[in-house]
């Protein structure tokens, strides 16, 4: 059977494309001004100049495109999964006070988007958190440059926000949660962190034919 996926929202990728290009307007005025500067004054001594400002320019212009990347989609999360809101590495796993630390941590050119761990999962004071009976687990996050989507679909897996640049994020389990990573395991944003119950699939119930019993009685004629 081919593998389910779920899409990213389109208009969550819009807002992480319009972020971009707006950080990338810099470095086109910048390649625009060497291509001026060029055709102003095209001497030999200036030339130089102006080839090492359209460099700068496309360099820098690139860069951006690689520190603002994304997935358009992810497999389809399993019922009651606990995902992985950002892209990264897993940093460390610790117990502390009866509770269990985890740490990702994430480099400058992983991808920025921050994606809801869980269905139940919601926004208060710039941490996420989300019910699990009647404890809470939480997530916080470390980044200089993050930013949440006003009336994003914090289903599970669904894009909430963006983050750009290196950064962390610690999960705070109460107990000690059986993980489906360790420390040095790379994962994407909406993968496992903590299983979920996959519901069995109902076996057909048998078809049981009840047949009347059937009185056959010779009668001599």
């Not at 319009?18 to 030339?47: E, H, S, T």
């Not at 892209?87 to 400058?108: C, N, S």
Request: glycine fraction near 10%; charge should be negative; hydrophobic fraction near 45%.
């Amino acid at each position: 059977m081919a593998a389910r996926y779920l899409l990213s929202d389109p208009d969550a990728l819009r807002r992480i494309k319009f972020a971009q290009f707006r950080k990338q307007v810099p470095p086109l005025i910048l390649l625009a001004l060497a291509i001026g500067l060029n055709a102003a004054f095209p001497r030999n001594d200036l030339y130089s100049w102006a080839l090492g400002l359209a460099l700068v320019a496309i360099a820098w212009f690139l860069f951006i495109g690689l520190c603002h990347r994304f997935k358009q989609r992810i497999p389809l999360p399993t019922e009651g999964a606990i995902l992985s809101p950002i892209q990264g590495r897993i940093d460390f796993v610790r117990g502390e006070g009866g509770l269990t630390l985890l740490g990702i941590r994430k480099v400058l050119f992983d991808g920025v988007e921050i994606r809801s761990p869980h269905g139940t999962c919601h926004l208060e004071d710039w941490v996420l958190h989300l019910a699990s009976g009647a404890e809470r687990i939480s997530f916080r996050f470390a980044f200089k440059n993050i930013r949440w989507f006003p009336e994003a679909d914090y289903s599970a897996g669904k894009i909430i926000g963006m983050a750009v640049g290196a950064g962390s994020c610690v999960v705070t389990f109460p107990g000690e949660p059986v993980l489906a990573v360790k420390p040095g395991d790379p994962v994407d944003a909406g993968d496992l962190l903590v299983e979920g119950q996959t519901p069995p699939e109902l076996e057909p119930e048998p078809i049981l034919e009840k047949f009347p019993d059937l009185n056959v009685e010779d009668n001599d004629t």
